[in-house]
Nanobody, 120 residues
Framework: QVQVVESGGGLVQPGGSLRLSCAASGSIYSIYAMGWYRQAPGKQRELVTSITRDGSTVYADSVKGRFTISRDNAKDTAYLQMNSLKPEDTAVYYC??????????????WGQGTQVTVSS
């Protein structure tokens, strides 16, 4: 029913940029927050950044100053602008959408992930 779809991943050289998109659909309820996590090979999934409906943001220390999250509330879409990419940014990036429901409270849905590879 609910679908969260990421796009925009790919292979880039160190210092390059990518812009990821995440579109959520299929629910009548509003989205409280959207965010991005990533999981590198052999490592745990970690929070990259998130944004609430009113625009409040958080960033992992490792990406501050390089990554920017934005959100189009009308389109239920979030974006992740990634600049000055480093090899250590290589990971599968997952989008999450947190829906606010009067019945179950906030419910988190995940996208399928998109691969970002930073290599020369």
């Amino acid at each position: 029913q609910v679908q969260v779809v990421e796009s925009g991943g790919g292979l880039v050289q160190p210092g390059g940029s990518l812009r990821l998109s995440c579109a959520a659909s299929g629910s009548i309820y509003s989205i409280y927050a959207m965010g991005w996590y990533r999981q590198a090979p052999g490592k745990q999934r970690e929070l990259v950044t998130s944004i609430t409906r009113d625009g409040s943001t958080v960033y992992a220390d490792s990406v501050k100053g390089r990554f920017t999250i934005s959100r189009d509330n009308a389109k239920d879409t979030a974006y992740l602008q990634m600049n000055s990419l480093k090899p250590e940014d290589t990971a599968v990036y997952y989008c999450n959408a947190d829906f606010s429901t009067p019945i179950t409270g906030t419910r988190r849905y995940w996208g399928q992930g998109t691969q970002v590879t930073v290599s020369s």
